[in-house]
């Protein structure tokens, strides 16, 4: 069996977890695709597709919402679903099925790992979670990971996976999924620091959005800035501003005890 997973991963949490399934799962060989810079693949080549994306108040990030507009209808391709939350995963899961099932795939797996907080202002909250995911979280995320291998292996028996039905908890029902305009009202304008600046372009070259030009220090288009946080949790120098984040609580890349556990 030959798979695929399409993930979106800001600050390489999504990206390790991906890592860590792949090198776990025995009855499919997978390769990972960035949807932010590789475009949409070839579907007809893969017998199972994979999506995984952190979540943004409680729903998927906009940028998997229009990858998955632009595939078109799959006609029943199996496909399982791995979304990254900090804080609350909220209807991430839910939201996400409902995506890829109205794109035309049959979702027969899907789950929420823990993982630590991305986003600068929960971790200004007091909520990094950075021990993430506790030992149980783990053992469940591994038993997912066994679970979606035993359907591989069933799917490459020839055996017919009906859609399965993802379910969230009580808890997380109660957190709507929000317009992912709240995340660009929390960043705010992004300002620039022209003294701290190296004019280094990793802000521009990380931008999923392409919102970021440098002349000769970075310029916003905030027309097509989501908000992502990228620019600010990436600028090594810490030039990259807010009227209320000024370079703390960044979280520009897996924390170490994290990679200690997904290695």
Known sequence: MKGII??????????????????RIKNADFEL???VRNGIPDFNKYDIVGFAA????????????SFIDRIGNQSGKNAFILNTFGAISGRTLKVFGDLIKAAGFNVVSGFSFHTPESYPPMRKKGLPFDKAPKEKELEQFNAFITDLDNIINKLKNGKTIKNRKLKISLF????????HTHAKKDFGIQKVDAELCKECAVCMNGCPYEAVTMNPKPVFNHDICAGCWYCYNHCKSKAIY?????????????KEELLKKLL
């Open 54 to 65: 952190f979540t943004v108040f409680w729903a998927p990030p906009e940028l998997m919402y």
């Open 172 to 179: 997380g029902r109660i957190f709507p999924a929000y317009e």
């Open 33 to 35: 695709h960035n949807i």
């Open 6 to 23: 399409c993930y979106y991963s800001g600050s390489g949490n999504t990206k390790l977890a991906c890592n860590y399934l792949k090198n």
């Open 242 to 254: 807010t009227d209320n984040f000024n370079g703390d609580y960044q979280y520009p890349k897996p």
